[in-house]
């Protein structure tokens, strides 16, 4: 059930009466090309530090941005570990390796350079320093109990919108999923959103990434918490995304577009922070824990064909939508509009060479019973979808991508 609509101005009551919402984010944004020159002397200005690790991944270490800041920290007086063996969409035992790792030594600030798995873990470190838990104990909402050490977080894709969230993400393989843990002690102390770092990106995680961006926006913006602060940075974000996605893809070096796609994956974390996402999340993880099929690629393949399956709830929504994309259509409305976006959303996965069959994938027909089930236990997301979805409706979407 809705529980607003924001037509006119006018807010409506849902059947629970007035529901109040809740907004946070990181502690302070320094945003712009070239950004990255300011790490150093912010971090100064946030406190004493000595001993700094940053957190990255080789293909960022090759490109001597690292380098760069670490020699900087030196003359700053803060010594600095660089550790990177994050693994992409990390897993429980990589989180506790690392960790090991880092925790050898004395650490007060925690430096996370990468992708969306790159700041997931820095995020779970911080936490874990301060509380030196099992990673699996705190699987869930609310469950870190402490403040971690203090975190600068750099996004290097656009995006998962991590640097915003309070949310991160570990593959669990015994279980064959991926799972969130949620709490606002994961919010870094400072972002840096420079779009430089991103120019290196090659095409194929450009296109992924930028479409789970869209995604993080699209299902914010059409979730059941969907209120008026997440609704501003949502379609912000997907009007950002909808002019710059496929220019950063051809022209990887136009940093223009390239901005526009780190502040709208960066909107389009604020506003899941606030409204979260729903099911085209919730059916992606099992294809990512079960067959490492990357999370921005799952996404893209579901996202049309859960919009479809949510078309006739959301009709008003698709419609700001299709406005917000520039879509002609968008301004009358109705099935015309919805239409318009679930088909450039088609266009876009085309354009980009995004596969659209779970085949490419080594999935089967005799997988999608599994599947579904495994998808139908990520509540926590399942009940944000506009629509209830159950596991008859599942298995339909995940069949529509078995052709
Ligand atoms: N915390 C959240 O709110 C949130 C939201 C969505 C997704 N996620 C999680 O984030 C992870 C995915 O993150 P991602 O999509 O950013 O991918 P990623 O971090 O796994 O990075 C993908 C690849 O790109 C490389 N790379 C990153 N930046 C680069 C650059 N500038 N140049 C060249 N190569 C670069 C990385 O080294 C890696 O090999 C998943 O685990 C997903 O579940 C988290
Ligand atoms: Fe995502």
Known sequence: MRRYSSEGGARVKANHGFVPYKFQTAGSIIAGQNAISELVPR????GDFRHAVIVTQPSLKAMGVIERIADELNQAGISSRCVTEVKPEPTVDNIREVYSNISAEPVDLLIGIGGGSVL??????????????????????????????PTVLVPTTSGTGSEVTPNAIVTIPEQELKIGIISRHLLPMMVIIDPV??????QAI?????????????????????NPISDMFALESIRLIAGSLCRAYHTGSDLEA?????????YGGMALSS???AAVHALAYPLGGKFNITHGVANSMLLPHVMAYNMDAIHDRLGHVARAMGLQD??????????????RI?????????PQNLRAFGVTEGDVDDLAVAASKVTRLLHNNPKPMDLAAIKSIYRKLLP
């Open 206 to 226: 450009t296109a992924a990434t930028g479409m789970d961006a869209f995604t993080h926006a699209l299902e914010s913006y059409i979730s059941n918490k969907a």
């Open 258 to 266: 390239r901005e526009n796609m780190l502040l709208g994956s960066m």
């Open 120 to 149: 997931d873990a820095t995020k779970l470190f911080s936490v874990l320093l301060t509380d030196p838990v099992d990673v699996m104990s705190l699987i869930g909402t609310d469950l870190v109990l402490r403040p971690g050490i």
């Open 275 to 277: 409204a979260g996402t």
């Open 330 to 343: 968008g301004m009358e409305g109705g099935n015309a509009s919805s239409e318009a976006v679930i088909r």
């Open 43 to 46: 971090i100064k200005m946030h």
């Open 197 to 202: 770092l991103t120019v290196s990106l090659p």
């Open 346 to 354: 088609f266009e876009w996965t085309a354009e980009m060479r995004i």
